[in-house]
């Protein structure tokens, strides 16, 4: 069974004071290179809360989940997946608990990202979803594959970058790529920026961080 937890005000210095979750680690692809290889959920506090949640000890069922979205202000900015991947084990994503979620942000501004191979299905839900309001970033590893996923016209892009990474640059095709406002300047918190949830910008670079950053930058170098 997948949990979801509901953290009202996150007090991450990054994300600012909004809304956030957390998804049972069941959920994540393994087609993910930064599965127990550099994710920068897999230390510190935010690792033994993403255990807790994943065991059942901490969270709720999807239903209630979509309750608490619904009890959010319109307009609300949240971020679904500080950790965690979109419903659905593994690889696939479960449409119909996506849906569920897609309506329960009807008139508020929720996001989140997704390493989800890009297959047919796949590609339907999250364009679905899209469509419907709820921001899905896809996932890039680096920047050719930022390319690829941003052909697929399905939804916006984000790419991990190298850890020392602090400029914007672009893609092998050409495509404007703009390092994260928020790793970069203090006064800046995804609460103030808000650009993962809008559609149509230039694809965003996240350089490697976290207690494993060196295997995350290694990935974002090919």
Not at 202 to 217: L, M, N, R, V
């Amino acid at each position: 069974m997948t949990f979801y937890q509901f953290t009202k005000k996150s007090s991450n210095a990054k994300t600012g004071p909004i809304p956030v979750t957390t998804t049972s680690n069941d959920t994540c692809p393994d087609a993910c290179p930064l599965k127990r290889n550099g994710c920068y959920a897999d230390g510190g506090p935010l690792r033994m809360h993403w255990d807790k949640v994943s065991r059942g000890e901490r969270g709720i069922d999807l239903a209630g989940f979509c309750n608490l979205i619904e009890s959010l202000p319109d307009s609300a900015l949240w971020r679904m997946n500080q950790a965690g991947d979109l419903p659905g084990n593994g690889d696939s994503i479960d449409g119909d608990a996506l849906a569920d979620i897609v309506s329960a942000n009807n008139g508020r501004k929720g996001f989140t990202y997704t390493h989800k191979p890009p297959t047919h299905e796949n590609q339907a839900a999250i364009n679905w979803a899209n469509f419907n309001g709820f921001t899905i970033n896809l996932s890039a590893n680096n920047l050719e594959q930022a390319d690829e996923l941003a052909g697929l016209n399905v939804g916006p892009v984000v790419t991990i970058l190298p850890s020392d990474s602090t400029e914007n640059t672009t893609t092998p095709s050409g495509a404007r790529v703009v390092v994260c406002p928020a790793t970069q300047r203090d006064n800046v918190t995804c609460s103030s920026c808000g650009l993962c949830q809008k559609q149509n910008r230039p694809i965003i670079g996240f350089p490697a961080h976290g207690s494993s950053h060196k295997k995350a930058s290694a990935v974002a170098n090919g």
